[in-house]
């Protein structure tokens, strides 16, 4: 049955920050609207100074509904208040406009989906980034043994693991982001009984390709004529932006002709978030060993103070730490005819939004030979390329490096065109947007819900969580 009205659709997400997560929910929910859709977006967190200008401009209606409960203790227990944030932010969703809404988008967190079910009616589809269960103890890396975590931690996460597992299989339909994802995710859950949908991530092009202001002073502060070599990615150790100034420095040591340029390092970076701040610190002494010169910037409206560091060059530096960078400064970064590619540094990334952005720009790709960007990236043949894979070894990107800036001018055109049609034809926000429509008017096609077996899930969730704030909520440790 296809449904011919207009739907209306209810996002839930959990922090709507800045990040991949964050851009996909986003570009979602503008594409959704601009197919005449219905759009709300609930959330627990939302800085209007950290955020996609989309959510504070009113181009979405976005609903913040603060918890009465911290995001953690001590720097512990981010996963059980992460689900129990959720859960009240379903509450309010239910006692007040839950009604309304056709169905249910729901992100990131499974554990509301049982309750908009039994308690709404609804029908919900979840888009699955990621098993977190994977990703608790570091980098997930296929086909690797996974490491040892010490007996407590396992302690923690198996019902954390648990209520992950039997809320995702609520769903109606379940979406995963890339065949990667879908491959792990299928195979990590063993009562999924779903087949998983890809969709994947979609960009508003025009926000790329739209002319920028060369006078704004934010475009100003991060312009340069010399080369530039860019990488795009949230301040965290998972992201291995070490990889990007380790290639750089091999390069600069190794090639005289590589002198003019430089590297840009610019992404999300959160005060409030240890490992940001020990990534970004971490990154500055890497580029002082290196002997590579930097200059730490943000936006004029930031509300984010620049971190102190010694030894900041503030001229033409050959290493640019952006934080926080606004739509323009990205945009101008990614247009710039001084800009010469894209690096994106992490391995077993589950899609990975930066190369398609930069394809949207003409920018050839550098990224490692696992995960989603290796469905997104053409490497070989090398008469249809738009970027290299490689694995995440310095000395292998800085030799990539070395034949991207050498590349003719004649190559890098026709590179450039194919890495455009490549995003457009497949990355599109009209084509997810598209695809969306599809998904959800196939799930409210289902009919009622089946509310059968679900009061024991619900019942069990609650009971799990409520017996987990016992256990924990008074340790600090």
């Known amino acids: 049955m296809v449904r011919s009205s207009k739907l209306r659709i209810a996002f839930i997400h959990p ?3 800045i990040g991949g997560a964050e851009r996909l929910v986003v570009d979602a929910a503008l594409g959704l609207q601009s197919l005449g859709h219905s759009v709300d977006i609930y959330t627990s ?4 100074h950290h955020c996609f200008e989309e959510t504070r401009d009113g181009t979405l209606r976005v609903h913040h509904v603060i918890p009465p409960l911290p995001r953690s203790i001590q720097g512990k227990f981010h996963i059980m208040f992460a689900h129990a944030r959720q ?18 988008f729901v992100d990131q967190l499974s554990t509301c989906i049982p309750f908009l079910r039994m308690l709404c009616g609804k029908r919900v589809v979840f888009y699955c980034h990621f098993p977190d269960k994977l990703l608790a103890n570091g980098a997930y890396v296929e086909d690797r043994p996974r490491k040892n975590v010490n007996i407590l931690k396992c302690i923690y996460r198996f019902p954390m ?50 002319p ?47 002198s003019d340029v430089r590297l840009v390092l610019a992404g999300g970076y959160d005060p409030r978030l240890e490992d940001n701040i020990r990534t970004l610190k971490s990154l500055i002494e890497l580029a002082q ?59 077993n990334e589950h899609f990975g939004i930066g190369p398609v952005e930069g394809m949207i720009c003409g920018l050839p790709i550098l990224a490692c030979d696992s995960g989603g960007p290796t ?9 249809q390329r738009t970027g290299w894979l490689y694995r995440p070894q310095p000395s292998v990107w800085a030799q990539a490096l070395e034949e991207i800036c050498n590349l003719s001018e004649t190559d890098r055109k026709a590179l450039s065109q194919r890495a455009r049609d490549r ?18 008017e196939e799930a409210v096609s289902m009919g009622p819900v089946s509310r059968t077996g679900m009061w024991l899930v619900m019942l069990a969730v609650l009971g799990l969580l409520v017996a987990l704030f016992f256990r924990y909520g008074s340790f600090s440790g």
Not at 87 to 104: E, K, W
Request: glycine share 2%; with cysteine; hydrophobic share 40%.
């Open 15 to 17: 922090d709507l920050g």
């Open 45 to 48: 967190h939302h800085d209007q």
């Open 87 to 104: 859960l009240h932010l379903t509450m309010h969703l239910m006692c007040t406009s839950a009604h309304q809404y056709d169905v249910f």
């Open 161 to 210: 693991d648990w209520l992950e597992e039997v809320t995702t299989t609520q769903a109606d339909l379940i979406l995963a982001n890339s065949k990667f994802t879908a491959r792990v995710t299928k195979s990590h859950f063993s009562s999924l009984r779903h087949q998983l949908k890809v969709v994947y991530p979609g960009i508003n092009i025009a926000a790329y390709i739209s």
């Open 212 to 258: 920028i202001d060369p006078s704004d002073s934010d475009i100003l502060q991060v312009a340069s004529q010399r080369r530039t070599l860019l990488s795009l990615n949230r301040f965290e150790m998972k992201k291995n932006a070490a990889l990007a100034i380790e290639a750089f420095a091999i390069l600069r040591n190794k090639d005289p002709k590589t």
């Open 289 to 347: 060993f290196s002997g590579l010169t930097y200059n730490i910037v943000t936006p004029s409206q930031s509300r984010v103070a620049v971190p102190s560091f010694p030894k900041i060059t503030s001229n033409e530096p050959d290493i640019l730490f952006l934080l926080n960078f606004t739509t323009a400064q990205r945009s101008g970064l990614l247009q710039a005819q001084s800009t010469l590619a894209l690096l994106y540094t992490p391995a």
């Open 375 to 383: 469905e997104t990236i053409v490497d070989q043949p090398a008469d």
């Open 423 to 440: 995003a457009q034809q497949m990355f599109g926000m009209e084509a997810m947007a598209k695809s969306l429509e599809g998904v959800l």
